[in-house]
């Protein structure tokens, strides 16, 4: 079998699997299996394929119709301009999710000057580790904190930080129960999908992401109404509090934080023009 050939029936295989960009899925297989660039594709499309491998594409390929997510079959994802380890163990970062590291910094870069601030950064529900550490490569001075109450994601989190030589510390913790200290920033994209609606969840998120960073309980507002709630222990007075949310959650998660006591508080959309985040900062006053 040729490269071409074989590329042609990892399309149709996953054309008959319902995979929706079943073309570029099957392309970035090949090029995960074979490691190859498509100019050389190209140029070698009609030479033979070495069996081997063949049959690895063609293990991945079956796993990619069953609907697990290309970024679980290949362990990797990439966000804010960088490549993360993943597994079945945490969510796959996401491109919308990004939205929320650019309001943290930028908020960050108007409150502080960082030559002159050590900013400390909380991260609940760190699962990858994605946006703390995404936080820490842009803000040089600053020092973060992952919280996770998955094991699992915790290892997956330290091996991006030890593989994108970024320092962070990691705490296995419910929430807040085992920090003890305050931050300057405290930043979450906790699980917010109603209970009722995980089983409407396309099958690569509903069945191969873990639930327990789905599930926001009944309505998708129990985290957020306990980190708000909660947050004045651990974030020092005019510091950022900020999450992701669901896109219906704009005004419900602002109305938290407001009356909550956060000032300055901002609904943040994504290029869909949906609600992607919230931000406020905490009273300078201490209560």
Not at 23 to 30: M, N, P, R, S, V
Not at 39 to 44: E, G, L, N, S
Not at 151 to 159: D, S, T
Request: charged share 30%; net charge negative.
């Amino acid at each position: 079998m040729t490269y071409k050939e074989l590329l042609e029936h990892g399309k149709n295989q996953l054309k008959q699997g319902k995979i929706q960009e079943y073309q570029l899925d099957a392309w970035l297989l090949l090029e995960h299996v074979f490691q190859v660039s498509k100019t050389w594709y190209f140029v070698h499309e009609t030479e033979i394929v070495d069996v081997e491998k063949a049959e690895q594409y063609e293990a991945l390929i079956q796993r990619r119709k069953n609907h697990v997510p290309l970024q679980q079959i290949t362990e990797e994802g990439y966000f804010y301009g960088m490549k993360f380890y993943v597994n079945q163990h945490v969510l796959i970062p996401r491109q919308d999710t990004e939205i929320l590291v650019e309001e943290v910094l930028k908020l960050c870069g108007s409150l502080w000057k960082q030559e002159e601030n050590h900013l400390q950064i909380l991260d609940l529900c760190t699962g990858s580790g994605c946006i703390l550490l995404s936080l820490l490569a842009n803000l040089k001075q600053a020092e973060g904190t992952g919280v996770d109450l998955s094991l699992e994601a915790l290892e997956v989190a330290k091996r991006n930080a030890r593989e994108l030589e970024i320092p962070a510390k990691w705490l296995h913790s419910d929430l807040f129960e085992q920090v003890d200290r305050s931050y300057d920033v405290i930043v979450s994209n906790p699980p917010y999908i109603r209970t009722s609606v995980i089983e409407d969840l396309m099958e690569e998120v509903r069945l191969h992401e873990p639930r327990m960073a789905l599930d926001g309980k009944e309505d998708g507002l129990y985290f957020y109404r306990k980190i708000i709630r909660e947050a004045e222990g651990y974030l020092k007075p005019g510091g950022i509090l900020a999450f992701e949310i669901g896109y219906d959650q704009g005004e419900a998660v602002s109305g938290l934080m407001k009356n909550q006591g956060y000032e300055q508080i901002q609904v943040v959309q994504d290029l869909a023009g949906l609600d992607r985040c919230v931000t406020g900062i905490r009273n300078q006053e201490e209560k």
